[in-house]
């Protein structure tokens, strides 16, 4: 029989080459001008991966994905078109960057996963599997669940392909339950009538920056009046054209880097203030997965009044205990409610909704770029002769400092620190459930 060391060894080299195959192509820009994109950025690392300190094991990996590059959803499809087609109706343009204008029609699907998106989620896989290999074997497979969204369990399974594809097709992940999205889902926002909206603090800041935009179109399109939206909506087509096409759109030649950069604020402040901590409601809707998370790293019974389902979470098929490797796929709304229920990337001021923080670390394009990653490790760590468990959390594999849990530098915390610190979680949200829906 192999020693299991000896096997993950003799498999290692093949590996590597396994996970530079990356099947991701390249959009035709910078990481620059793609991280201005905000939630439409594509997946980047937000760090490089650092394996756990010395003396440290990884005994638990728990994944939560967002679902890879998608088309619009249907609303900001027709807004895009309208706006589209009022730039088109201008009568004269000045610039050859319009030139496209004249052969232009909006095409681009709904909701859907594009090509692109695909490959991301494949190429996580890959890379999931590369990096956690020692967690997995025959007995000790990846327990998978996906919000019951078509592109998010689409993600999934294209994970599980590049997953497979990494370990030689030894090793198939499947994926076990896809939660229906209108009953008890604590992989999506959608149990939380009363939740408000960012609209106040995306349009203060769309007043702010798009108005010197709209003048200089305006003044090489005459006619087409664009608004301070209208503007929004051109420049949210270069993601959304590019990430379809696989190859720039030219909306993204109509406007400067430092005007992408103020886009990239707005998409901040949409999921601050819509999900974020500038949102009462928002953070409670992370609870249910914070307290999910809880009972998987301490193998303990799931203790939620909020979004779990009880009769999934309290079954051995769909929510099995003491397991070594846990993927969860979600929305970015969702990943944003649960990083504030978790205490991660809080500011120390609210977002000002007329200027940018420049010291902020609420980005959200390191945060849930398409087919972004949450990575709780569960840590084995002997130090002087003592061994005790330990967590940390990556966000796009950059390690994230929990002063809330006792961590000192290292991004480390102990186990019972971490769950002492969920307090909120633990709570139900302190109240904050009740105003859902009361
Ligand atoms: C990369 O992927 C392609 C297509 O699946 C395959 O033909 C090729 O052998 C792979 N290369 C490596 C180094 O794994
Ligand atoms: C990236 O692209 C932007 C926009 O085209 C450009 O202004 C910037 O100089 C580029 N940055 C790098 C590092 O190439
Ligand atoms: C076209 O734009 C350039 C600057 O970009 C300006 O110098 C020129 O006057 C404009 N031409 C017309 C006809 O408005
Ligand atoms: C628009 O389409 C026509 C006909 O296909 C073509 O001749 C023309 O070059 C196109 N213009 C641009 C700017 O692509
Ligand atoms: C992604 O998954 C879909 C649905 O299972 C499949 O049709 C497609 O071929 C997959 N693509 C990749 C790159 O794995
Ligand atoms: C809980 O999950 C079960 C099994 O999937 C499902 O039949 C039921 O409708 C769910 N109930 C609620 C309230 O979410
Ligand atoms: C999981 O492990 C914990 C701690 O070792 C133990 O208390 C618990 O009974 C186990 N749960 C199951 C379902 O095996
Ligand atoms: C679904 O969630 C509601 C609200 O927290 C809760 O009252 C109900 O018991 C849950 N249903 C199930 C089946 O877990």
């Not at 002087?384 to 849990?405: H, K, S, W």
């Amino acid at each position: 029989m192999l020693r299991k060391g000896a096997l993950a060894l003799a498999l290692s080299s093949e590996l590597v080459a396994a996970a530079i195959n990356n099947t991701t192509p390249s959009l035709g820009f910078n990481q620059t001008l793609e991280q201005t994109w905000a939630q439409y950025s594509p997946y980047y690392p937000a760090a490089e991966y650092t394996a756990p300190p010395d003396g440290c094991s990884i005994i638990q990996v728990n994944l939560l994905q967002r679902h890879g590059a998608r088309y619009p959803k249907k609303s900001d499809g027709k807004a895009m078109k309208k706006s589209a087609e009022q730039l088109q109706g201008a009568s004269s343009f000045n610039g050859s960057e319009y030139d496209f204008l004249a052969n232009f029609t909006y095409d681009l699907g709904t909701d859907d996963l594009v090509p692109y998106g695909a490959a991301q989620s494949y190429d996580a896989g890959q890379l999931h599997y590369t990096r956690y290999a020692s967690l997995v074997s025959e007995n000790m497979m990846p327990f998978l669940r996906a919000s019951d969204s078509e592109r998010v369990v689409e993600s999934a399974l294209n994970w599980t392909a590049g997953f497979a594809y990494a370990s030689n097709q030894q090793y198939a992940p499947v994926l076990s339950v896809i939660i229906d999205q209108s009953t008890n889902d604590t992989l999506d926002d959608n149990m939380c009538p009363n939740v408000g909206t960012s609209d106040d603090e995306t349009t203060d800041w769309a007043d702010v920056f798009a108005p010197a935009i709209a003048d200089r179109i305006n003044a090489a399109a005459p006619g087409a009046s664009l608004s301070n939206s209208d503007i929004v909506n051109l420049m949210m087509l270069c993601p959304f054209e590019t990430v379809a096409n696989e190859a720039p759109s030219p909306f993204c030649d109509l406007f400067t880097l430092d005007e992408f950069n103020s886009y990239e604020y707005y998409g901040d402040l949409t999921d601050y203030y819509g999900n974020g901590y500038g949102q009462e409601l928002g953070p409670v809707q992370g609870v249910g997965y914070v307290n999910e998370l809880l009972a998987r790293l301490t193998g303990q019974p799931v203790q939620d009044e909020t979004q779990t389902n009880h009769t999934l979470d309290s079954s051995p098929t769909t929510f099995p205990m003491n397991l070594t490797f846990y993927a969860d796929f979600s929305h970015d709304n969702q990943m944003i409610s649960i990083y504030s229920a978790l205490g991660l990337f809080a500011q120390p001021h609210n977002l000002d909704p007329t200027q940018p923080d420049t010291e902020r670390t609420w980005q959200v394009y390191k945060m849930v770029p398409f087919s972004g990653r949450l990575i709780t490790e569960k840590l084995s760590c002997t130090a002087d002769g003592e061994t005790g468990e330990y967590v940390r959390i990556l966000v796009n594999d950059a390690v994230q400092p929990m002063d809330f849990c006792g961590d000192t530098g290292n991004g480390l915390c102990t186990l019972d620190n971490f769950v002492e610190s969920q307090q909120y979680a633990r709570l139900n949200g302190e109240g904050d459930w009740a105003l859902c829906t009361d």
